[in-house]
Nanobody
Framework: QVQLVESGGGLVQAGGSLRLSCAAS????????MGWYRQAPGKQRELVAR??????AYADSVKGRFTLSRDNAANTVYLQMNSLKPEDTAVYYC?????WGQGTQVTVSS
């Protein structure tokens, strides 16, 4: 089974940017089907962005600010997050809809 590893989280001020990465530590990684989710304290996990067969889709709350991309050669998927807001604070997870990463914390200060 594929093991996914996220990285790139951290603390940033509102208006700042972060880029999250998701790579496979083992297994075959089909990055044609990937998603980024997030879970804030006390809230349900929600879909932020996904890519399926080359087509991306975003949650309304992040449209225009977040961009999902992939590097096929590096077998890595990215989530570029710009114009971050305090309400973007959450643990961010990547998934291939079978396996999940351990999550990376993103904290946006006001």
């Amino acid at each position: 089974q594929v093991q996914l590893v996220e990285s790139g989280g951290g603390l940033v001020q509102a208006g700042g940017s972060l880029r999250l990465s998701c790579a496979a530590s083992s297994g075959i990684f089909n990055i044609a089907f990937m998603g980024w989710y997030r879970q804030a304290p006390g809230k349900q996990r929600e879909l932020v962005a996904r890519i399926i067969n080359g087509r991306t889709a975003y949650a309304d709350s992040v449209k225009g600010r977040f961009t999902l991309s992939r590097d096929n050669a590096a077998n890595t998927v990215y989530l570029q997050m710009n114009s971050l807001k305090p309400e973007d604070t959450a643990v961010y997870y990547c998934t291939n809809f079978v396996s999940w990463g351990q999550g990376t914390q993103v904290t946006v200060s006001s």
